[in-house]
């Protein structure tokens, strides 16, 4: 049995206090009996360490809400609340629990399963519309979970071959292509903000320990003299092409690149197999009406990983044209299907179905390596995109989170021309107001 891959994790506590969702008050009336720190199973009360015969202030973020300091205090001094804040981190997608939850495990490094198993939610929109029969433990095992014969987690990233020929002498025959093996689905794809030198170096650093690789944009990274670094980890982002330039020269010096999908996208990829014909080129297609004929037409003409893109909400860009939309321009759009329909095949899980499907009726799904990112905002997330059909995924934000990010979007000025390119001038003037405040847990002091 080949050696089983684990990950050693440290706890470590949090450079600032997380939002957490309540708040307690400890009154004057408290008698420092230590009651309540006896009580709590999640270490939100303690006594002060320079002076242990006082109860220290109540750690807000540890507590869960159960009431039992309140219940034994003798003196009625504590006082339980909803935090303000809680409610207002995130947006719709990246809700208040998501964030905490990244925040939790990027803490303490805990498998994210406890008890019977997964506690939900077992409906709603997005991941959540979607239920696996993985979700409950109904017998403990008899070496537990470590002990037992495993299932291996690696990913051979790159082209396949629909059939392995082999010659009189039994050797093979066929011309095997190149690929990337990592021990884990997940690869980190690049930033969407927060692009500090310091951040970009502890996310090398985690890939390279992790043996996976992460997208990088050449411009912020390997044209530093600083960062030369975790480059057997690193894939370049290359928008564009020409002979003896910089980006020829990752292509010779990197083991993976990434092209975003144009028309002439094919002559690039012809281009960089020509300068290294050992490097696995990804080619990155957005979600959108027509990406099951362009995966198709990607496969046929042999590119080995297609790196399919939502937004970072896991909707396709295809949403964002409709939601400004008339009725009118709907209809036009597509007269046969009802906005039920249209609203359900728009989200990434449904569409990757949908490519993952397409290929399989094809009879070419195997021969390429399909990797999907935008919206895999937890665990289960990477799980529940292989079930419909990728490969692996790249996650982009979780990797903030872990950081104590809060997603309170103060740092976009950083990807502002990026992303609302055709933004209004008072939408800009917006997005500099927040961009002056600071950042709440300063991600550039991240080491």
Request: hydrophobic residues 35%; proline residues 6%.
């Amino acid at each position: 049995m080949p050696k089983k891959y684990s990950i050693e994790v440290i706890p470590t506590p949090p450079r600032y206090p997380p939002v957490g969702k309540f708040e307690i008050e400890r009154g004057e009336n408290c008698i420092n009996c230590g009651r309540c720190a006896m009580v709590c199973l999640y270490d939100v009360h303690k006594r002060q360490e320079e002076d242990p015969r006082c109860m220290a202030e109540p750690v807000n973020y540890r507590c869960r809400g159960c009431f039992r300091c309140i219940q034994e205090c003798p003196r009625d001094a504590l006082t339980i609340r909803e935090s303000r804040e809680y409610p207002e981190l995130g947006d719709s997608y990246w809700t208040p629990e998501i964030i905490s939850k990244n925040w939790y495990q990027a803490e303490t490094g805990k498998i994210p399963v406890s008890g019977a198993g997964y506690r939900g939610p077992f409906s709603g929109e997005g991941f959540d519309s979607m239920w696996t029969d993985m979700s409950e433990i109904v017998r403990p095992t008899r070496d537990g979970i470590h002990g037992r014969e495993y299932i291996s987690t690696v990913v051979e990233i790159g082209r396949k071959l629909p059939a392995i020929k082999f010659d009189a002498h039994g050797e093979i025959a066929s011309s095997v292509p190149p690929a990337l093996s990592i021990p884990i689905p997940i690869i980190f794809n690049a930033l969407p903000f927060g692009r500090y030198e310091n951040v970009y170096e502890a996310m090398a650093r985690a890939a390279s320990y992790l043996g996976t690789f992460m997208i990088v944009e050449p411009d912020e990274w390997f044209k530093s003299e600083g960062n030369r670094s975790h480059t057997s980890h690193l894939i370049p982002h290359i928008s564009h092409l020409t002979p003896h330039s910089f980006e020829a020269d990752l292509i010779k010096t990197c083991k993976m690149v990434e092209f975003e999908y144009e028309e002439d996208i094919l002559g690039m990829v012809n281009e960089a197999k020509k300068l290294s014909p050992g490097t696995i080129v990804s080619v990155k297609v957005p979600f959108g009406d027509n990406v099951e004929k362009i995966a198709e037409e990607l496969t046929y003409a042999g590119v080995e990983v297609i790196h399919l893109y939502a937004d970072i909400n896991g909707q396709t860009f295809r949403k964002s044209l409709i939601k400004n939309a008339s009725q009118q321009t709907l209809r036009k759009f597509d007269q046969n299907a009802s906005q039920q329909t249209l609203r359900k095949s728009l989200f990434v899980k449904d569409m990757t179905l949908n490519v993952h499907r397409h290929l399989v009726d094809l009879k070419i799904r195997d021969e390429v390596t399909l990797i999907v990112s935008g919206g895999i905002a937890m665990a289960e997330h990477v799980a529940k995109a292989i079930i419909c059909g990728a490969d692996l995924t790249a996650v982009d934000l979780p990797l903030l989170l872990a950081l104590e990010c809060r997603y309170c979007k103060n740092c976009l000025q950083t990807f502002k021309k990026s992303l609302i390119k055709n933004a209004s001038h008072q939408t800009l003037r917006k997005f500099d107001q927040n961009a002056s405040q600071p950042c709440p847990v300063e991600l550039k002091e991240v080491e």
